[in-house]
């Protein structure tokens, strides 16, 4: 939902700073100045509150460890250009409809809209950096607009309203900036233009800059910030450390870290319960659904359909019969790390419970 309007007006916050025009900046300057701070596109992530980065990957990026690797990237002339970006992601439609999003803003409103060609820095805290994608001209009702496309999947995040993720990045801009108001403009499946309004909330504005200072100190420190349990925290967790050593860290004297282990223990045991409680009540639906395909309950529906038949290729034969094209074609592939439990029993051997393992970046 949009951030409502706050009821007394604040006192007029200071400008932001230009810290680089970004017009002609060659994209590898503005990949280090965007380490330099949090941008606007990073306030979600930064604190824990992205749907797609963890603070862990974003401390990775931050502290020049990996390329930043986001799908949601600030507007600018350094982003990569159409030619560099593969045509079948978000990133390419997204720098292609932009501008025809910010042209139906100004044909819906009447209010004119113009680049912003530079890496803008808050006033007082340097750390904080923002990129907006264009600002209002002689509008007294917003200042800023911020321009989104989704696709059909995507399109369902913002069925509420503006996404929370957005919301943050908007207050982000207002607070670099000390503007009073955003516009949202969201292409919808392609065909369906939402323009949303979120107002400056200085409580909002403060506490969201307590969180993303307290990020940063992970930064400066060079300490990574706890994982959140999160995909993008397991890919960063590989990427860290993509190898094991061979040696052995015993902690059995390590209290904090013996009763995360027995609280590890306790959830994995209750997991099982209830995946195997949730494969017996699927198996009585399907039981009584028979060859029905559909199940109607008065909170909903359950389907069982047969999936469409595929051709697939005959590895075994085809390495059998022609074993030196199929060896033309190998190539090699990353071992990822297989996480292994042992749980220690009185009389008993050590139950061994192993995970899959976590893929190669």
Known sequence: MSVPAPKIRPARARPALKLVKTQQLPREEWLQVRQQGIG??????????????????????????????TKQADSSHAKPSLSEMPEDGPLYWGTLLE???????TKRTGHRVRRVNAVLQHPDKPWMLANIDREVIGASDAQILECKTAGIQGSRMWSDGVPEYVQLQVLHQLAVTGKQAADVAVLLGGQEVQIHR??????????LMELEEA????????????????GSSAKALLSMFPTDQGTTLDLSDDLVMSALFSDYLDVRQQLERFVAQEAQLRQSLQQRMGDSTRLLFGQGSVTWKKVKDTQVIDGESLARDHPNLVESYRKPKAGGRRFSVQVREIGTTDANHDEAPMPAS
């Open 40 to 69: 606007s596109s990073d306030a979600a992530a930064a604190v824990g509150l992205h749907p797609y980065k963890s603070p862990l990957q974003l401390w990775l990026e931050k502290t020049g460890r990996v390329t930043s690797g």
């Open 99 to 105: 501008p025809l999003v910010a042209a139906h803003y």
């Open 198 to 207: 979120i107002h400056r909330n200085e409580d909002m504005i403060c506490h």
């Open 215 to 230: 990020f940063w100190r992970y930064v400066q420190k060079d300490c990574p910030p706890p994982a959140d349990g999160s």
